[in-house]
């Protein structure tokens, strides 16, 4: 996979892939996430008209022109309160949904597709925000809380879809691997988090380890989906094996439509004899050699994955309103605490 070199940084030119192993400590999508850590909620509260061209955007002008119609319309009657929103926070209070439809991406992450109340509604969810999950074991006394960033497009109607990891000793993605159709789920939101408008930073870049890529995808898709927002994207994403890639079809589809503003960085723990990419873990070479320069005015970097993770590149946050400080590789590497977010 392509990288930045520093000269990209202004030119955004592809280069050859770095094929040395990065070695740093940290546990990359092997391990539950302790409450409501940061691997999961996700960024705050913006328009959302803006993510529905889907199939559409990359199939032709005519296409891509219908579908940009029919997102103006839907944001439209949002706006106007014509289109019903499944979740719309305050004391609304949980919503049961029914699962419909269950994928299976890959040896542990199942698609988990919910039905809306209503087939004309859509979330309600902004870019970028979350929604939180809730199950009460027979034998226990609380019920278990956690939060997950839906993969579909925030214009879409009838339906959210979930992309759930399923972690050795984790409570609720045990839970919901374990979900037939036809059964119910709590789920209330959005959760709002770090807010998101059209050309808000020049240039962000998303550091991300397994199912940390949730929310991570949903503002690159409404970067990419919004032909007013120009924003350039640097993406670098660790996992185990290549088959832990998540929404890896999907990511090089926009690498390949926007190369001069979108590149994707994959790093492996354990690669297969013919990856070509970075091998080990994500650490602070790679980093120093992708990233922006924290000298550049106007970025912003956002990071999500498994507490192991978290703790080697900014630090954890304290809890889900208290970014906490900035420790780690960022901060070594002369980032600020007000250039960097925390999932």
């Known amino acids: 996979?392509?990288?930045?070199?520093?000269?990209?940084?202004?030119?955004?030119?592809?280069?050859?892939?770095?094929?040395?192993?990065?070695?740093?400590?940290?546990?990359?999508?092997?391990?539950?996430s302790q409450g409501g850590s940061s691997s999961t909620i996700l960024l705050g509260a913006a328009a959302v008209g803006i993510a529905g061209a889907g199939a559409y955007f990359f199939s032709g002008s005519g296409a891509a022109k219908k579908a940009e119609a029919s997102v103006k319309e839907v944001t439209e009657k949002l706006t106007l309160g014509e289109i019903k929103k499944a979740f719309v926070g305050g004391d609304q209070g949980w919503v049961s949904l029914k699962l419909e439809e269950v994928e299976l991406v890959n040896h542990n992450t199942k698609r988990l597709r919910f039905r809306l109340p209503e087939d004309d509604m859509v979330s309600g969810l902004n870019v970028a925000s979350a929604v939180l999950t809730k199950f009460?074991?027979?034998?226990?006394?609380?019920?278990?809380?956690?939060?997950?960033?839906?993969?579909n497009d925030e214009s879409a109607q009838?339906?959210?879809?979930?992309?759930?990891?399923k972690y050795e000793g984790g409570p609720m993605s045990t839970y919901l691997h374990d979900m037939a159709p036809g059964q119910r789920l709590d789920i209330k939101g959005p959760l709002p988090k770090y807010p998101w408008e059209a050309n808000k930073h020049k240039h962000i870049a998303l550091v991300a380890g397994g199912t940390g890529i949730t929310p991570m995808y949903q503002l690159i898709r409404a970067i990419f989906n919004n032909p007013d927002d120009k924003t350039k994207v640097t993406l670098v994403f660790g996992n185990v094996s290549e088959e832990d890639i998540l929404l890896k079809n999907e990511l090089a589809t926009l690498e390949n439509h926007y190369p001069q503003r979108f590149r994707a960085f994959y790093v492996l723990d354990?690669?297969?004899?013919?990856?070509?990419?970075?091998?080990?873990?994500?650490?602070?070479?790679?980093?120093?050699?992708?990233?922006?320069?924290?000298?550049?005015?106007?970025?912003?970097?956002?990071?999500?994955?498994?507490?192991?993770?978290?703790?080697?590149?900014?630090?954890?946050?304290?809890?889900?309103?208290?970014?906490?400080e900035l420790s780690g590789i960022l901060k070594e590497l002369g980032y600020s605490a007000d250039q960097v977010y925390k999932f």
Request: proline share 11%.
């Open 1 to 32: 996979m392509s990288l930045f070199v520093a000269s990209t940084r202004s030119a955004f030119r592809a280069v050859a892939p770095i094929k040395r192993s990065f070695q740093t400590r940290r546990a990359y999508a092997t391990q539950p």
């Open 136 to 151: 009460k074991p027979l034998d226990a006394e609380k019920a278990v809380l956690r939060p997950y960033t839906p993969i």
């Open 158 to 165: 009838g339906y959210i879809d979930l992309l759930v990891k």
């Open 270 to 324: 354990t690669p297969p004899k013919q990856w070509t990419g970075a091998k080990g873990y994500i650490n602070k070479d790679l980093l120093k050699t992708v990233l922006p320069e924290p000298k550049n005015e106007d970025i912003k970097v956002f990071v999500c994955g498994p507490p192991g993770m978290m703790t080697s590149i900014s630090g954890n946050k304290k809890s889900p309103r208290d970014q906490g």
